[in-house]
């Protein structure tokens, strides 16, 4: 076991739970005892589970309170335990990691893997019962897999359901796939019986749904187009309006994806968020979505290269990414909430990447790592991170507006983008009687 002492993160760094406000952190709450009904309590659990890749993977946990953090490998065996505040974990394990915290170390935990071959970073998933991916299907020369771990001690089982270009693929393949209790199943896309079956295969742009029917899962999707590949990362709930930032400047292609899994079309509004200002591109102002399909808008005109973060408004619940091919390489974002008042934390800061902020509403005001960004309303701009350190910690000062992060990371020609999502670090107790 390695020694976690001798990696402390610095205590100018703040990290956050590895969740979503969609559901990205298991909590569990103090008996009323400990704290009264209707306060904001600290988060006392928190689980992650790293899928496994090709190639060599690095995982960081960067707690700072004290409490139990393990980490453990696919089948138990236990890679690492400490009790110590600040202690940061760092392995290279090209399996599956899950990542485990107890106590007050739960609200201050951060992991994430990123494959150096092919460079493609994830943030680790924790377990969920509905989860959507947006990215490229087989007919675009992707080849798409479906991590899916089970942390729990029982069978899970999930349905794999998927919307296309021309509507839902109905089909009995993905039906009640099970996963075993403490082990990960990876899914292919187009396998017979599991991944939706030959159906699949005419499809170009894909959003898959994960749900669980028994139990919980992580899930995580990795696609890989050409020479390029990377993760796709965790859609939030579709939603009528919706910021997709981090849409990197630079040649190359990029390419908006909308969702609409309902059974009514849906009227989206686009406006994308430049550092010049936000204005709707010129006729992709309103795009009409047919119900329980995937359309797909083609931003390079309207971006000229240009940094931006795409701001939709539906008349119906919609979910939204986009994909980037430079080079050789592909890189996939998705929409993300607003970082709350304890921001965001990006775990791996072993390459140079920047930073992508976007304020769709008033000017935003953050800090990273004791040095503040100022974002005018309605604009995105983009910040220089050096390599090295623990992390990256981005976090709202008071009076600061809505702000939306992702981090992009480029290195030997290779690129990949990661959200960045808001920290869970506490949860709400209500009321007794509360509804």
């Given at each position: 076991m390695m020694?976690?002492?001798?990696?402390?993160?610095?205590?100018?760094?703040?990290?956050?739970?590895?969740?979503?406000?969609?559901?990205?952190?298991?909590?569990?709450?103090?008996?009323?005892?400990?704290?009264?009904?209707?306060?904001?309590?600290?988060?006392?659990?928190?689980?992650?589970?790293?899928?496994?890749?090709?190639?060599?993977?690095?995982?960081?946990?960067?707690?700072?309170?004290?409490g139990r953090l393990a980490v453990t490998a696919a089948g138990g065996a236990t890679l690492a335990a400490t009790n110590a505040p600040g202690a940061a974990w760092t392995g290279d394990r090209a399996g599956p990691v899950v990542v485990r915290a107890d106590g007050d170390l739960a609200a201050g935990l951060a992991a994430e893997r990123t494959t150096d071959r092919g460079l493609a970073a994830v943030r680790c998933a924790a377990p969920g019962t509905d989860l959507w991916f947006l990215g490229p299907g087989p007919?675009?020369?992707?080849?798409?897999?479906?991590?899916?771990?089970?942390?729990?001690?029982?069978?899970a089982a999930v349905d794999i359901t998927a919307l296309s270009g021309e509507g839902p693929l109905d089909t009995p393949d993905g039906r009640g796939v099970p996963v075993a209790p403490h082990a990960t199943r990876v899914v292919r896309l187009g396998a017979p019986g599991e991944g939706l079956g030959d159906i699949v295969a005419g499809a170009r742009d894909l959003a898959l749904r994960v749900h669980a029917t028994v139990g919980r899962v992580a899930a995580s999707a990795h696609a890989r187009a050409g020479r390029g590949a990377d993760w796709l990362p965790l859609a939030p709930e579709p939603a009528r309006a919706l910021i997709?930032?981090?849409?990197?400047?630079?040649?190359?292609?990029?390419?908006?994806?909308?969702?609409?899994?309902?059974?009514?079309?849906?009227?989206?509004?686009?406006?994308v968020l430049t550092g010049q200002g936000a204005f709707a591109p010129q006729g992709q102002e309103v795009l009409d979505a047919p119900a329980r399909t995937v359309t797909t808008v083609d931003l390079d005109r309207a971006l000229a290269?240009?940094?931006?973060?795409?701001?939709?408004?539906?008349?119906?619940?919609?979910?939204?990414?986009?994909s980037v091919a430079s080079g050789g390489d592909v890189a996939y974002g998705t929409a993300t909430p607003p970082l709350g008042a304890d921001g965001a934390f990006a775990a791996d800061a072993r390459l140079p990447?920047?930073?992508?902020l976007t304020a769709p509403e008033g000017p935003a005001h953050v800090q990273v790592a004791g040095t503040r960004i100022d974002v005018p309303a309605g604009r995105t701009v983009e910040r220089p991170l050096a390599a090295g350190g623990t992390g990256m910690t981005v976090v709202p000062l008071a009076g600061s507006g809505p702000v939306h992060a992702a981090r992009t990371t480029v290195a030997d020609g290779r690129i990949t983008v990661l959200p960045l999502v808001p920290a869970a670090r506490t949860t709400w107790l209500p009321p007794v009687g509360a509804r």
């Open positions: 020694d976690l002492r001798s990696r402390l993160a610095p205590a100018l760094l703040v990290p956050v739970a590895v969740a979503a406000l969609y559901g990205a952190a298991q909590l569990s709450r103090p008996a009323a005892r400990q704290a009264p009904a209707g306060t904001r309590v600290p988060i006392t659990f928190a689980l992650a589970a790293c899928p496994g890749g090709d190639g060599t993977t690095t995982v960081r946990a960067l707690p700072q309170r004290p007919a675009a020369g992707a080849r798409l897999e479906l991590h899916l771990a089970n942390a729990d001690d029982r069978t997709v930032p981090g849409v990197p400047g630079g040649p190359g292609a990029r390419r908006l994806a909308v969702a609409v899994p309902g059974d009514a079309d849906a009227r989206v509004r686009i406006q290269g240009r940094p931006a973060a795409v701001r939709l408004t539906a008349d119906r619940p919609v979910a939204a990414g986009f990447s920047w930073l992508s």
